[in-house]
């Protein structure tokens, strides 16, 4: 959704400039060789209003928050199409971000393997989308209407999953592979 107002026009485009310095920056010269201070600068903004749009840091600007994840998640499962199950609701959407996109951008590749190089955007990546387990155990349980421990296990097994197939030779083989692991214990998701 597109900000009407003057003052959340020039928040996202504050937010926008921020991403896109630092993105630049890191693709130019490596994740820990920018400080926040530079991509501040690179941006024409002050340190402090880095932090108010990216309370994560540094990480933050590449990866955004967990509540993007959140919310993606929760539509792929609840938006998913009659038929479809949610095992393969949760593959189909995997499948479209970070190494596992078939057809990403130049730029979205490099970041890709930024992320997977750089210990601290790994652990960041890793930590969103682990953040994300109870609320997916809960989506999964309104679609199911079951609620039980199995599906807190499912959520943090998927919920895995980018951290460990994303850095695999073949990351798209590695998903697949996982999903198809899940299907005998989770026959009927």
Excluded: N
Aim: charged share 25%; glycine share 6%; hydrophobic share 45%.
């Amino acid at each position: 959704m597109t900000p009407t107002g003057r003052r959340e026009r020039k928040k996202a485009a504050t937010g926008q400039a921020l991403t896109a310095a630092a993105r630049r920056l890191f693709l130019e010269r490596g994740f820990d060789q920018v400080t926040v201070a530079e991509i501040a600068e690179e941006a024409d903004t002050a340190v402090s209003t880095l932090f108010a749009h990216f309370p994560g840091g540094k990480e933050a600007l590449v990866l955004g928050d967990r509540a993007e994840r959140e919310q993606s998640l929760t539509a792929a499962i609840k938006e998913r199409p009659e038929g479809v199950s949610i095992l393969t609701a949760l593959h189909d959407f995997l499948a479209t971000r970070g190494p596992f996109d078939p057809d990403p951008a130049r730029q979205d590749t490099r970041l890709a393997g930024l992320v997977v190089a750089t210990p601290a955007l790994r652990a960041y990546a890793r930590s969103l989308w682990t953040g994300c387990e109870t609320t997916l155990a809960q989506v999964i349980a309104e679609e199911t209407g079951a609620d039980d421990f199995s599906l807190r296990q499912l959520a943090r097994y998927v919920l895995e999953i980018p951290d460990l197939a994303g850095t695999e030779p073949d990351p798209r083989a590695a998903l697949a592979a996982a999903f198809e692991r899940l299907k005998p214990a989770w026959p009927d998701l």
